[in-house]
């Protein structure tokens, strides 16, 4: 059953908003807008059809859409990886001269952002739900494993994820060790001659999907490593995951993981320290997920900007009412500014790829990461508030993706945790004998 109200007409949005376009944005160099230019020409005549096939799925109540969603997703998977957009490992870039991570983070903005296309005189829809799943298998499964799988695990866990696109996850979260990661509980126990998991993971992006997962637990000595799990088309045996059903994000397959005594062979087992594996690569992740959030932002503004412009209520179009308008152009602004923030810190860390291990610079890319996600989720509710009674219905809320950014100011690290963190060493009162002698020296330059 389709749940459309055939009285509501679909939203569209028919007018072009240059502070809206990252293509017009004066930072952009010239590679970079051509680099973006392409991906928005691809977007339009590869996944346009794909994501709104995956809009109408989403419209359906009583019937069976999952498998279909399922083919859909990792079809959509395949051509970014095709086209080298999926993982910016293992994938070079040679046209554009563009770095690794601003390839990144340009993908991430507008496969979550979409674009008004000037060709067909429509708006291309973005998918953050479709973002996230690439930043899992793209990113957050590639990076960890690039920075420390030997050559054995690079050819047989790597590169079919990272160069042929097939479906990877990252699994950390349980349910009793979420913003707490130190805590987790599953078991990696270490044999003779195979490793035996042990445990549960929750909220895993694409793990129902998952050709390889790498999973995080904890070693015969108690602390934490990383295992290669090829899931052998989700038949493993041993494990099982389900789908935990979200709100929002409703085409990420999110999802639980169960590995009932799974049996690997010790080569899966990653080398070195799991949280140096799982955090290596976390400023670069934060600063996707705020390329993400700045998408999305736009997203909602362009949506509300629409409804503002449309709807008549008091014989007034709604944006003659300042408490619509003010909010739209405040945010849009904001949203300016931290575009400007992610462009420096993105060519900078291709840059300076050392930059990568800097506390400060994995400390402002965490401001960005919460400023952005924040800025997304007042965005989407100022569209809800904008639209009315529409914005509670499905008909709206999911060609708008609604919902979406409310699951984002938890995905990389809840912002309150990391809000809090931020706050506390502001405040640190008993800096080491080490950072003092830091200290001392600088202070010197001050006095002549
Ligand atoms: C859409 C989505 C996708 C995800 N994908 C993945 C994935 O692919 N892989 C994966 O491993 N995980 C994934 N996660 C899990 C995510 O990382 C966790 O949800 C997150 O770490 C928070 O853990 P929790 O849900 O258990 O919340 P809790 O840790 O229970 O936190 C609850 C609330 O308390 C606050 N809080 C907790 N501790 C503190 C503190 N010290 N100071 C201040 N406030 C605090 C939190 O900010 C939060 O608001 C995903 C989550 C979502 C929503």
């Not at 554009?96 to 993908?107: D, K």
């Not at 050559?151 to 047989?156: A, F, G, H, M, T």
């Not at 090829?230 to 041993?238: A, F, G, P, R, V």
């Amino acid at each position: 059953m389709d749940t459309r109200l055939t009285e509501f007409r679909p939203l569209q949005i028919s007018r072009y908003v240059p502070e809206l376009d990252l293509l017009n944005n004066p930072l952009l160099k010239s590679n970079e807008k051509e680099f973006l230019a392409e991906f928005y020409e691809f977007l339009e005549n590869e996944l346009d059809e794909d994501l709104r096939k995956l809009e109408e799925l989403n419209y359906k109540i009583e019937e069976p859409i999952e498998e279909k969603k399922k083919v859909i997703v990792k079809q959509i998977m395949k051509k970014l990886s095709d086209y080298g957009y999926y993982s910016t490992i293992m994938q070079e870039e040679t046209e554009y001269e563009i770095g690794r991570i601003m390839r990144n983070a340009l993908i991430a903005y507008a496969l979550c952002g979409g674009r008004w296309s000037e060709y067909s005189e429509r708006y291309i829809a973005g998918n953050w739900s479709i973002e996230m799943g690439r930043l899992a298998g793209g990113t957050l499964y590639c990076n960890p494993v690039n920075y420390k799988a030997n050559d054995y695990q690079r050819e047989k866990f790597l590169a079919p994820v990272a160069r042929d696109g097939k479906i990877g996850a990252s699994a950390m979260t349980e349910f009793n060790a979420g913003s707490d990661i130190f805590n987790m509980e599953l078991r990696i126990m270490e044999e003779e001659e195979d490793v035996i998991i042990k445990g549960k993971k929750v909220f895993i992006t694409n793990g129902l999907l998952a050709d390889n997962i790498i999973v995080y637990g904890r070693l015969n000595n108690g602390s934490i490593g990383a295992v290669l799990v090829d899931t052998e088309n989700q038949q493993l045996k041993n494990f099982r995951s389900a789908r935990t059903y979200t709100y929002g994000m409703r085409d990420a397959f999110v999802s639980r993981l169960i590995f009932d005594r799974v049996k690997l062979p010790k080569e899966n087992l990653i080398e070195g320290n799991g949280i140096d594996i799982m955090f290596h690569q976390l400023t670069e992740e934060r600063l996707i997920i705020s390329a993400e959030a700045l998408g999305d932002a736009m997203k909602k503004l362009l949506y509300s900007h629409t409804w503002a412009f449309n709807r008549t209520q008091f014989d007034k179009r709604l944006y003659k009412h300042q408490v619509i308008r003010f909010p739209i152009s405040e945010r849009i602004r904001a949203m300016n500014l931290l575009i400007s923030a992610l462009i420096e810190y993105a060519r900078e860390l291709d840059k300076r790829p050392e930059l990568g291990s800097s506390k400060l610079m994995a400390a402002n890319a965490m401001g960005l990461k919460i400023e952005t996600t924040e800025l997304a989720f007042e965005s989407a509710i100022h569209c809800f508030r904008t639209m009315g009674g529409r914005g509670f219905i499905r008909q709206y809320s999911n060609q708008i993706g609604l919902l979406d950014p409310y699951c984002m100011i938890h995905g990389g690290g809840s912002n309150y945790v990391l809000e809090d963190s931020e706050s506390r060493r502001f405040f640190k009162t008993k800096p080491s004998k080490r950072k003092m002698k830091d200290v001392i020296p600088r202070m010197d330059l001050f006095t002549d």
